[in-house]
Nanobody
Framework: QLQLVESGGGLVQPGGSLRLSCAASGFTSQYYVIGWFRQVPGKEREGVSCISSGDGSTTYADSVKGRFTISRDNAKNTVYLQMNSLKPEDTAIYYC????????????????????WGQGTQVTVSS
């Protein structure tokens, strides 16, 4: 059974950094994508970033380009989201998600395309 576990959330001041981790297990294919999403109460879930297991290609939402970096450690089956220059508007619950796709495409991930989700981790950016 596929499982995703996020960690690394917390409280950080504006301008600070956090690194989120998504530990995954239970894959049945080597070809998949992992997406990071975020959601605040009353708003739709927003796609933040995506990485492909194959060629390692990545995509980002415009709101995080230049500040966030997604990466992977295949040996540990873990995907990371390094978040720098954090802003109060980055405050949200962050989720990672998995889907058996060959590519992330060209745009930020869309939640409708992902079937497996982690439980989420809270990120709060506040002084």
């Amino acid at each position: 059974q596929l499982q995703l576990v996020e960690s690394g959330g917390g409280l950080v001041q504006p301008g600070g950094s956090l690194r989120l981790s998504c530990a995954a297990s239970g894959f049945t294919s080597q070809y998949y994508v992992i997406g990071w999403f975020r959601q605040v109460p009353g708003k739709e879930r927003e796609g933040v970033s995506c990485i492909s297991s194959g060629d390692g290609s990545t995509t980002y939402a415009d709101s995080v380009k230049g500040r966030f970096t997604i990466s992977r450690d295949n040996a540990k089956n873990t995907v990371y989201l390094q978040m720098n220059s954090l802003k109060p508007e980055d405050t949200a619950i962050y989720y990672c998600a998995h889907e058996y796709l060959n590519s992330c495409g060209r745009n930020a991930p869309r939640s409708a395309y992902f079937r497996s989700w982690g439980q989420g981790t809270q990120v709060t950016v506040s002084s």
